[in-house]
């Protein structure tokens, strides 16, 4: 989602007639499998929201490119202190919010303080922003945060959307009526079906957005995907859910597809908090009864990697632990059996709109029957999910949580799969606090073994990101390091 991360809004296509998708080239209508439940990214989890304001209405200090690199964004420079405690940065000078007030380094204090308080619900607000012990502004373009510890990933957590810059006159209504210093406006919310965004014409570098209008669709349904990219009501999706589809797409001279990289990690999230499922042999046992592969070839046609633990293969430092749960019918058995499980056990599998929930949780739970888990599927809608099953009112259910480098998520026994690990908790605390590389390395490994040696979830797979998209439109992200879409880069041929 979730930063969940998660990941993706329902919402039911309906199409029109005459083709909706735009003729003009200063236009673009692209797909979105969700709609956000917010447009602010600082206080609502769903990666839905990144999608549709990050890098558009909404900017930050840095910027993460779809190379994963770091360049700077409201920030034009900035100096780290020898001991990585402490950060200096100096503000990009001439910047306005879109109501034309001037974006200062007071901005920023407001927008990390609130992201502090004790009423904050920005899903970093553990891993990141508890851990700025002091914010200073020595003048209105210099920025001072100090750490309480060392954190190596400071300043791609500074380019994520849960740190975009608010205007502090206009931040409590930022949910439907953003502000923000970006190339974008919020123009139209057309509830259920679509997110228009206009052009800035007072943007620091408006003579470079080629794009006048963004028209974000909601269509959660695969096939309603591929029916409306091939019927012209959308330009492109840019994360496609149909890879069925593909090889149609790749044979029409129309289109152009691409693929790349992503921070996914597709779970089965297990309750850990609810019986059995507080008993460790339990959950190992539901890791042996899932064929991973068979998943990965039955939703995405191959196009995913298995994963054992809660990283992507891509991130630096990821140790592939796929291994230590291989498919084993006879073992999951035996492991319930031990735990004194008697089955028939009777379980809910409960499943957002993404194609990849629905689709797969069939394939779940006719794997988990073998073993004599009888997991009865309950379709849920998107709001639904967030307001009980990420609340932690669920037994199993399935999702891509697309933040990336969200493993700190495991120290927060409030967190939505219940894991309560002190030991795990001190393992993060001390990786939290050293400042050596080879040291942060071994600990970041110690803490995805740990992890997966408890068996917290069904650690399922790593997607590729498939993007589909009219042939003449330039700039739209092959890869996800982070949920968004940078409109500012999109252009026609």
Known sequence: ?????????????????????????????????????????????????????????????????VDGSITPLLAESWVMDADGKAYTFKLRKGVKFQDGASFDSAAVKFSFDRAKADKSTNKAKGAVFNNIAHISTPD??????????????????????????LHPSTAETAATKPVGTG??????????????????????????????????????????????????????MPRFQSPQSLKQFQADKRFMVEMGNTAGKGIMTINNKKKPFDDVRVRRA???????????????????KPI???????????????GQYPFDIEKAKALLKEAGVQTPLNVTLTLPPPPYARKGGEILAAQLAKVGIVAKIENVEWAQWLGGTFKGNFD?????????????????????????????????????????????????????????????????????????????????????????????AVSWN
């Open 140 to 165: 209105a373009h210099t920025v001072v945060l100090v750490l309480n510890n060392p954190d190596g990933n400071f300043l791609f957590r500074m380019g994520e959307n849960t740190a975009v810059i």
């Open 308 to 322: 054992g633990s809660h990283m992507a293969p891509t991130d630096a430092g990821y140790v592939d632990l796929t």
């Open 1 to 65: 989602m979730i930063g969940l991360t998660v990941c993706v809004a329902a919402s039911v296509y309906v199409f029109s007639s005459p083709a909706q998708a735009q003729t003009r080239k200063d236009s673009v209508v692209l797909g979105m499998i969700l709609e956000p439940t917010s447009l602010d990214p600082t206080t609502a989890p769903a990666a839905a929201i990144g999608e549709v304001v990050h890098y558009n209405i909404l900017e930050g200090l840095t910027k993460i490119n």
């Open 286 to 304: 539901l890791s042996h009864a899932i064929d991973k592969k068979a998943f990965i070839d039955g939703v995405f046609e191959g196009l995913a």
């Open 396 to 488: 199993l259910t399935v999702i891509n949580h697309v933040e990336p480098l969200d493993f700190m998520n495991y120290a927060n026994p409030q967190y939505y799969w219940g894991y309560d690990s002190k030991a795990f908790r001190d393992l993060a605390t001390k990786y939290s606090a050293t400042t050596g590389a080879k040291d942060r390395t071994k600990l970041f490994g110690d803490m995805q073994r740990m992890i997966a040696s408890d068996a917290v979830n069904v650690f399922l797979f790593n997607p590729t990101n498939t993007a589909v998209y009219k042939k003449g439109l330039k700039g739209l992200w092959s890869s996800s390091p982070v949920f968004a879409n940078d409109m500012a």
């Open 183 to 236: 190339p974008y406006k919020l123009e139209n919310w057309a509830k259920g079906s679509a997110i228009t965004l206009s052009k800035w014409d007072a943007y620091r570098d408006a003579a470079n957005v080629k794009l006048k209008r963004v028209i974000f669709r909601f269509i959660n349904d695969a096939s309603a995907q591929v029916a409306a990219l091939l019927a012209g009501d959308i330009d492109g």
